[in-house]
């Protein structure tokens, strides 16, 4: 069986004194929420705090909000955002995205600035500490090597979170709170270039909600691909968001990939190609040849990843036929 190492654990009831704490702590600390990603990872020592701060605590971090555009409370968990009746019907992909993360046990326990948050995943890295010391390790944790991309200064791992692509996609943005205030950030510019490095927030910042505008007007899709139908991390997520006007005339889209990149991807060049452009089975197609080549899978996941690659085209096309209301069942089957 494996154990958790020891810890001391804070629990502030202020956000701010959740970021001091884990500022005068230094490397040494982390937050931890549901604790469902970061306890197995420590049992893994993928990660050895000396110092954990709960925010469970935190007043008011587990409110949601829907009056006009949707607060979410960092601390909210996965079920409550997946079963809440407003979410479901005016940011349904909110829903939808919650309610396909892991598997019902977890999402009771998870919350929604974990899953904002939640580490970046690799074949190598997400193993024993018996098992990565069998291969040497990587340079993700106590190695020095990429090992799915040995020349690589970068590390590759994934980012695998099921609500970062539908939040960028709907342009939510999300409140860090440190030592000296908050700001508010898009969603899109909380993630970094690396797998390592995987959050563009400072270490000590706390995630304490996430605001969703108002979608009235707008459609959105979000596709999970993975192995099983529960527990599976994504193997690819695309998140849609379009606003169409008269005669299906595109008026603005979003398409994020997730699960194909160090962090999620906006496919800004397939929303250029659709904007002004009517939604039909043409312009899809033509919109899924072209979101699909900022995807960049390697080895180093679940199935072969030039088939995960080429998934991302029918996902896509799938997902913004959801959004225009055209059936989604017969695109080409891809073969392994
Ligand atoms: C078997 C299994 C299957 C899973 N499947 C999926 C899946 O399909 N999709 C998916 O997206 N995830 C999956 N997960 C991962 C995880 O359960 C979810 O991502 C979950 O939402 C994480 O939330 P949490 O509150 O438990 O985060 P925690 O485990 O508490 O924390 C995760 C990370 O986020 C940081 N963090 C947490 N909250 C904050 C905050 N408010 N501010 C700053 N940093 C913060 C922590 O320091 C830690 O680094 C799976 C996990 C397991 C064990
Ligand atoms: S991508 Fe490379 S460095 Fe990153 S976790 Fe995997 S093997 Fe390690």
Known sequence: MMRLPPFRYFAPKAAREAACILRDHGAEAMAVAGGTD???????RQFEPKVLVGLRRLEDAAAIRPNGVLRLGALANLTDIAEHPAIRARWPVVAAAAGQVASPLLRNAATIGGNLCVDTRCNYYNQSEFWRASIGYCMKKDGDICLVAPGSKICWAISSSDTAPVMIALGASVT??????????PAAQLYGRDGIQYLAKKPE???????????????????????RGSIDFPLLGVAVAAKLGKDRVI??????LGAVHTHPVEAKDAGEFLRGRVLDAESIEM???IAYKPAKPLDNADLVY???????????ARALREVA???TGDLAPVVV
């Open 251 to 256: 008026e603005d889209v979003r398409i994020v």
């Open 325 to 327: 209301g055209l059936p």
């Open 38 to 44: 970061l306890y197995p990872n420590m049992k893994r």
């Open 306 to 316: 030039a088939w995960r690659k080429r998934m991302v085209r029918i996902e896509v």
């Open 176 to 185: 860090l709170a440190g030592p000296d205030g908050e700001r508010q950030v």
């Open 287 to 289: 919109a899924a040849g």
């Open 205 to 227: 910042e706390v995630l304490t909600e996430v605001h969703v505008p108002d979608m009235s007007g707008w459609r959105a899709s979000y596709r999970k691909l993975r192995r």
